[in-house]
């Protein structure tokens, strides 16, 4: 029996990709560089911020200066306009709330930057009481490491046979198979259903009554 979910946030329990797109495209504009389409920014999210400008950037601009750069224009903005557009998906609060009730343990490991990981969580499932919020956070490395899924497996204090991850992109199914999870894609986040297979994790849910199910039946 599982008794420990642990969610991503960006593509998994948030749609965030519009505000993460126009926070970047403000960047990107007020230093004269070209912007992308909300859609391009479906693959460049993933692996933190810095990993989303410097894919952002053009080729040959890619610099850690340059990063470091757009990093300092993009967070006051995405501070403040973080959930303009952002929205869960469809069934997310009715799923985490049905698992509360069942007694399961909740949280969120995230390499979203860890003020707006905490701000995003409490503005948009304030009832939820979650064993661990965890974004990208200093001296601790980023997913698809398992240390973030480790530790939290450890605040739980269940075994890792009791404990599954879910998230929508390659990061996440890797970061379930190094921690040795049950690992869940869901493929209504930000990447392709294809790019989940690949990886072939335990389940592929399409809706969140697909997750209930199949911790009804684990
Ligand atoms: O900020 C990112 O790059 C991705 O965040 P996530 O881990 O919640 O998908």
Redesign the pocket.
């Known amino acids: 029996m599982k008794r420990l979910a642990i969610f991503?946030?960006?593509?998994?329990l948030l749609d965030?990709i519009a505000d993460?797109a126009a926070a970047t495209n403000h960047a990107l504009s007020q230093f004269g560089y070209p912007t992308h389409t909300t859609d391009e920014y479906r693959f460049f999210?993933?692996?933190?911020?810095n990993?989303?400008f410097e894919r952002a950037l053009p080729e040959g601009e890619k610099s850690q200066q340059n990063v470091l750069k757009i990093r300092g224009s993009f967070i006051p903005y995405y501070n403040m306009h973080n959930a303009d557009l952002s929205r869960p998906y469809l069934g997310i609060e009715a799923l985490l709330g049905t698992l509360q009730q069942n007694g399961m343990q909740l949280a969120?490991?995230?390499?979203?930057?860890q003020e707006a990981?905490t701000k995003l969580i409490r503005q948009y499932f304030p009832s939820v009481r979650f064993t661990a919020v965890f974004?990208?956070r200093e001296g601790v490395p980023?997913?698809p490491d398992p240390q973030v899924i480790n530790e939290i497996i450890r605040l739980a204090n269940v075994k890792k046979e009791e404990t599954v991850y879910a998230?929508?992109?390659c990061?996440?199914m890797q970061t379930g198979k190094n921690a040795g999870v049950t690992t869940i894609g869901v493929s209504w986040?930000?990447r392709p259903r294809a790019e989940l297979e690949a990886y072939s994790p335990d389940l592929i849910a399409d809706r969140c009554e697909d997750i209930l199910r199949f911790l009804q039946q684990e």
């Open positions: 991503d946030l960006d593509g998994t965030t993460l999210v993933g692996n933190g911020i990993k989303l969120v490991a995230s390499n979203k930057y990981t974004g990208q980023s997913k998230g929508d992109s990061v996440d986040g930000f």
